[in-house]
Nanobody, 121 residues
Framework: QVQLVESGGGLVQAGGSLRLSCAAS????????MNWYRQAPGKQRELVAG???????NYADSVKGRFTISRDNAKNTVYLQMNSLKHEDTAVYYC???????????????WGPGTQVTVSS
């Protein structure tokens, strides 16, 4: 089994910054893509940013130029640096990872429990 645990959420004023972290633990052979999703009240969960094992990143248009995703493969950890935060960034942020647990196994999708980010206007 694999566990993902997010940290770094909290309350921040508009224009401020937060850095989210997500560490994967358990039986892990390799991790393919690691992603950050978010879900605001009354809205569907949406992809915020993703990064491949090689470091290629992609972003939602709404966060381009403000958020930066990165990962430390040695630590099985993904980060989300969020700058110039806006009220509309308020949501629960979820970490997601595509994990291969063993050399001979296929990959499976895992999710963290989420961390709340609240941006006051």
């Amino acid at each position: 089994q694999v566990q993902l645990v997010e940290s770094g959420g909290g309350l921040v004023q508009a224009g401020g910054s937060l850095r989210l972290s997500c560490a994967a633990s358990g039986i892990i052979f390799s991790i393919n893509t690691m992603n950050w999703y978010r879900q605001a009240p009354g809205k569907q969960r949406e992809l915020v940013a993703g990064v491949t094992s090689g470091g290629t990143a992609n972003y939602a248009d709404s966060v381009k130029g403000r958020f930066t995703i990165s990962r430390d493969n040695a630590k099985n950890t993904v980060y989300l640096q969020m700058n110039s935060l806006k009220h509309e960034d308020t949501a629960v942020y979820y970490c997601n990872a595509d994990v291969r647990e063993r050399l001979w196994s296929g990959s499976s999708d895992y999710w963290g429990p989420g961390t709340q980010v609240t941006v006051s206007s």
